[in-house]
Each structure stands twice: as structure tokens, then as C-alpha cells.
């Protein structure tokens, strides 16, 4: 099975040693969002575990603790994005961050560390010039440390469009994105890295973009050195091509104060509050099991096959 850590919290950021305490017991806890007193136990025993998939602005936390995860494999989601503090307000400064790109790509190569420049949004301040000029220049900066990145384009989630209105970003036109991805995929290729978007919503094939797969089994299967079989996640929308994983992380618990961000509501006194309740050595990443609780075991197997490798 693959493991997300986690599209809905930035766990190597914040919560990184109780992910490695959960390693070492074998088995975390993770509460259903939409009824938190329906609990998963699910068994993270390297025998079932294929692959771990982390998303995270900075990862600077757990670098030097990866050593923890030998018997496992995994590789890295790392979103970077040239916002400033108004929209981004407690991320380390963007020099800072791609130093960590590049001290986490030295640790664990080069083809583990996916660069997400997500999401991609555009105001008086952040204009289309902005984007072709700041992506060339991480573009140059990166080329040597990633061998892909993956493009997002800002969705204007109903919790969220307050935020967004507050600093004039409005849904994206067509001509703007096109002005931007032609530039975009022009120093891709001069970077020789490979460029897709996250998700099918926006359609660049006839730039030559391709809809791309986070949870990607192609790359999975180059990483543990083996083909799995795995279907389409069908928990994520329609327009993600992902292939199934299970996330161990919890809503409104993510500290980055990103403004846009769908997994914490706009609530970062939320979050804030829900972290004080965090303790590493809980089996789950929030709070107490509450005692009318009903915990399940989750059914996990590997998905290795002697098969050819398929997509559902």
C-alpha cells in the first residue's frame, strides 16, 4: 500500500517525529474526517507499506532524521512557490527554502524530490510577468536537484474566496495561463526537466504539458524496484489521476498560514489550537481516542505484482 504524509497537513514540516514514532510502532490512527469517531488503525509494517509519499513546504525538520525510515521508500512533494509573506506568512524566506531543496535532494537523489510550483495564482502584484520570470529563475536554480516538476493552478475553494478577495486574486483566464505555460515549458526544456500539471482541470497537452500523477505509479515502481498493480485513487476528484494511497494526516493542523489552502478552512487559529492538542507519542496525529470511539482495522496488503504494471 502507499501512504500519503499527508495532502492534509504538512507532516515533515511540523509533526515529524511523531510520523517516525508511528514507524517505529508499526500502526497509526487516523480518524475519518467526516466522522471523527470512526478510526482506522492502519498498519505501517515496511512488509505492506510499497511506498511513502510526503507534501510539504519544508521539510528542513526531518532531513536529518530520514535515516529512521531505512526499510522504507519514499520520496518527497515539495511545493515552492516565490509568494511573500502576505499570502505565505510562516514559511522560511524562499532562498532558505530552496537551500533545503537542495540539502534533501543531496540526501536522497535527485528523482525523489518532486518540485510543485502550486498554486499558481496571479494579482497586481504577482502578474504573469512575475511567474515567467521567478519560475525560470528557481527553474535554473533546481535543475540539478529535481528531475520533474508539477504545476497547479489555484482553485477558488467557497472557505477560501474571502482570503483570495481580500488580495485581488481572481479565477485565472485562459490567456494568462497560456502566456505562462508556453514560458514555462520553454525553460523546462532548457532545464531538461520534465513539466506536467497537477491534475487534468487545466489541459495544456497542446502545449506540450502533460496531466501528470502525483501519487505516481511509474515512479513508485522505479523507486522500490518492482511493479504494483493500482487503481485510481477513487477518494480524490474526478480530475486527479493519482493512483490510491491512504493519508495518515488531519484537517486544520497545518502552522504554514498559507491563505489559499483548502486544508485548513482558513481557520489558522484553528489550527493553532488543534496543534497544542498534538503529542508525538499519540497513535493519532491530533487529540485522545475518545472512549465511544470505534476503531477499525484497515485492510492492507502490498501492491506488488509479477504482473506488467497497470492504470485504472
Known amino acids: 500500500m502507499i501512504i500519503s504524509a499527508s495532502r492534509r497537513t504538512d507532516i515533515p514540516a ?10 517505529k510502532e508499526k500502526y497509526v490512527l487516523v480518524p475519518n474526517p467526516y466522522n471523527p469517531n470512526m478510526i482506522s488503525r ?20 526531518m532531513i536529518d532524521k530520514l535515516d529512521r525510515l531505512q526499510d522504507y521508500k519514499y520520496y518527497f512533494q515539495f511545493t515552492l512557490n516565490p509568494y511573500g509573506t502576505e499570502l505565505e506568512s510562516k514559511l522560511p524566506p524562499l532562498q532558505k527554502r530552496i537551500d533545503t531543496f537542495k540539502r534533501l535532494s543531496d540526501k536522497i537523489g535527485r528523482e525523489k524530490v518532486v518540485w510543485r ?39 477558488h475553494y467557497p472557505h477560501v474566496r474571502s482570503f483570495l478577495r481580500e488580495f485581488h486574486i481572481e479565477p485565472l483566464i485562459k490567456e494568462d495561463i497560456d502566456a505562462m505555460a508556453i514560458s514555462f515549458k520553454k525553460t523546462a526544456d532548457e532545464c531538461s526537466m520534465e513539466l506536467d ?17 502525483c501519487v505516481d505509479n511509474r515512479l ?45 478552512k482558513g481557520n489558522y487559529n484553528t489550527a493553532k489550537f488543534n496543534q497544542s ?3 508525538k507519542d499519540s497513535p493519532m496525529l491530533i487529540g485522545e481516542v475518545d472512549k465511544d470511539a470505534v476503531i477499525k482495522e484497515r485492510e492492507m496488503k502490498s501492491l506488488r505484482t509479477d504482473q506488467l504494471s497497470m492504470f485504472y
Open 42 to 61: 492502519v498498519n505501517l509494517d515496511p512488509a505492506v507499506i510499497d511506498c511513502i509519499v510526503f507534501w510539504t513546504k519544508n521539510p528542513a525538520p
Open 220 to 264: 513508485i515502481e522505479r523507486i522500490v524496484g518492482y511493479p504494483i498493480i493500482a487503481r485510481k485513487d477513487k477518494n480524490q476528484r474526478d480530475i486527479c489521476r493519482c493512483v490510491e494511497s491512504i493519508d495518515i494526516g488531519t484537517y486544520e493542523s497545518c502552522l504554514n498560514g498559507c491563505i489559499y489552502c483548502y486544508a485548513i
Open 117 to 155: 510550483y502550486d498554486p499558481i495564482l496571479t494579482n497586481e502584484q504577482y502578474t504573469v510577468t512575475f511567474h515567467q520570470d521567478k519560475f525560470a529563475e528557481m527553474a535554473f536554480a533546481l535543475h540539478d536537484y529535481t528531475e520533474k516538476c508539477m504545476l497547479g493552478f489555484i482553485d
Open 14 to 23: 511540523f509533526y515529524s517525529e511523531w510520523f517516525l514514532n508511528r514507524i
Open 197 to 213: 500539471t497537477c491534475t487534468t482541470k487545466v489541459d495544456l497537452s497542446y502545449l506540450g504539458i502533460s496531466g501528470g500523477v
Open 277 to 279: 492538542k498534538h503529542d
